[in-house]
């Protein structure tokens, strides 16, 4: 079993930043792939950030070169790091996690995992 925590939602303005956090717990092979999702209302969850445990990152074309995501293995926290946000970027946040290998933990997947409850993220402009 594992559970997660996010934190750090809230509102920001057009072109501010924003760190969200999520705190990790229990079966470390259950986690081994980590990621960040958000969901607007109306629309699709959708993947956002994704870190393997080597390290290696993938991002959606959205975020790129706007969000950061980062893990302190020692903490068991995962982080996402937002800055530049748009009103688009308006949406629940969630943290996920799966056990996919460093060689397969390469794209989002959104079925067999763990998640935390979500954290709001509103954007005005």
Same mark, same amino acid.
């Given at each position: 079993?594992?559970?997660?925590?996010?934190?750090? !939602? !809230?509102?920001?303005?057009?072109? !501010?930043?924003?760190?969200?956090?999520?705190?990790?717990?229990?079966? =470390?092979?259950?986690?081994?792939?980590?990621?960040?999702?958000?969901?607007? =209302?109306?629309?699709?969850?959708?993947?956002?950030?994704?870190?393997?445990?080597?390290?290696?990152?993938?991002?959606?074309? =959205?975020?790129?070169?706007?969000?950061?995501?980062?893990?302190?293995?020692?903490?068991?926290?995962?982080?996402?790091?937002?800055?530049?946000?748009? =009103?688009?970027?308006?949406?629940?946040?969630?943290?996920?996690?799966?056990?996919?290998?460093?060689?397969?933990?390469?794209?989002f997947r959104a079925?067999?995992?763990?998640?935390?409850?979500?954290?709001?993220?509103?954007?005005?402009?």
């Amino acid at each position: 079993q594992v559970q997660l925590q996010e934190s750090g !939602g !809230g509102s920001v303005q057009s072109g !501010g930043s924003l760190r969200l956090s999520c705190a990790a717990s229990g079966d =470390p092979s259950s986690r081994r792939c980590m990621a960040w999702f958000r969901q607007a =209302p109306g629309k699709e969850r959708e993947g956002v950030a994704l870190i393997a445990s080597d390290g290696r990152t993938t991002y959606a074309d =959205p975020v790129k070169g706007r969000f950061t995501i980062s893990q302190d293995n020692a903490k068991n926290t995962l982080y996402l790091q937002m800055n530049s946000v748009k =009103p688009e970027d308006t949406a629940m946040y969630y943290c996920a996690a799966d056990s996919r290998s460093l060689y397969t933990c390469k794209y989002f997947r959104a079925t067999n995992n763990y998640w935390g409850q979500g954290t709001q993220v509103t954007v005005s402009s």
